[in-house]
Structures are given as C-alpha cells and as structure tokens.
C-alpha cells in the first residue's frame, strides 16, 4: 500500500512486528559500501552491528537506535527459525524463466510475499518448518539458493516486500511440499516487481 513515504526504520519496525529479527545492514553510496571500505567483499550486504546475524532482533527500542544512528542501513532479516521464514532466491537476472522451471519441478508457489532484489533477482518468502531446508546454493536447482537458517535475506528499504493479506501462506515443508495449498496463479517471476 504505498510504501514510497515509509522510512528503512518504519521498514524495520514492520518486519519485526510479523515477527521476523532484523539487523542492520550496509549500504551502497556513490558506488562504495558504507562500511568504507575500497576492496569490500560484500558491498551493501553485510551487518553493521558487531556480532553480525547474532544481533538480529525483534526489539523495537534496539530496532529505533539502529536506525537513529543509521538511518540509511539496509535492512536484513535473519531467516530460518530465528524468524520463521525461509527465503528462496531466484537468480532472475540470470534466467528470467527460472520461477517457471521451479514450479514444473517443484509445484506452484503459494502466495506469499515477494521482493525483487536490488541486483534484479527475486525472493520468495515461504514459512520456516521445523524439517525444513538448510542454506544452499544451487543445490535444488541451478538459479536457486536457499536461505534458512543462519542467513540472512536482504529487504531493501527502497523495494519493500509487498504484503500479502493471507500473510504467509501455510506451506508447511518448504518448496517441496507436495500439498501446496490451492496452488496460486501469480508466480510469475515478475510479479514481485510492478510498482
Ligand atoms: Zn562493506
């Protein structure tokens, strides 16, 4: 609904409210990451805070001062049972068809919310399940990494996640589940993108 007028910490403040621990994370500006660095391995993706994922939280206050003191910072959200979420990353950018592929492998995605990633890729929200997925890469098809437990997806402030009402549906084992409810008609790879 809207969300042009809200802040990285208004952002911040609505993860954690669904119950997702979120950090601060660095960002990009003219070019360069924020934690100044020229060689940086990981521009605008790492945590700002000292213990990195450790710190992720669901605290309001914590979530306030993060954001008083950096007010740019991107936003990352610790996946897995920290959060209850598990985040599957399309390499859009790469294959624009690879959504496609997943779900003639896999079965429909459920509706749930979406990102498009600032690099052109795609995240896919599901719901965390206690037999569920661990990190990998690549390792469920090519295109696809997995982030779930231990990781953490970025949610750029500027691309927020766009909510949907049935929040995120029950898909209780993972992209996998056979019984995936009703099977929705809107995974298409770009769906996460009109404004
Ligand atoms: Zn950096």
Known sequence: MGGGAM???AWAEAYAQRGWQVLPVHSVRSGR????ATDCSSPGKHPRTEHGLRDATTD?????EWWKRWPSANIGIATGAASGIVVLDFDTYKDPAVVARFEERFGPLPVTPRV?????GLHVYLAWAEEGLSNSAGKLMPGVDVRAGGGSAGASRSRPLRMDRRHIARNSSGPDARSHPGGSQTAR????SSP
Do not use: K, S
């Open 60 to 64: 309001e206050t914590v979530i306030l």
């Open 7 to 9: 802040t990285p910490a």
């Open 116 to 120: 498009r990633t600032g690099g052109g």
């Open 189 to 192: 790879a770009d769906c996460g």
């Open 33 to 36: 990451c924020t934690c100044g």
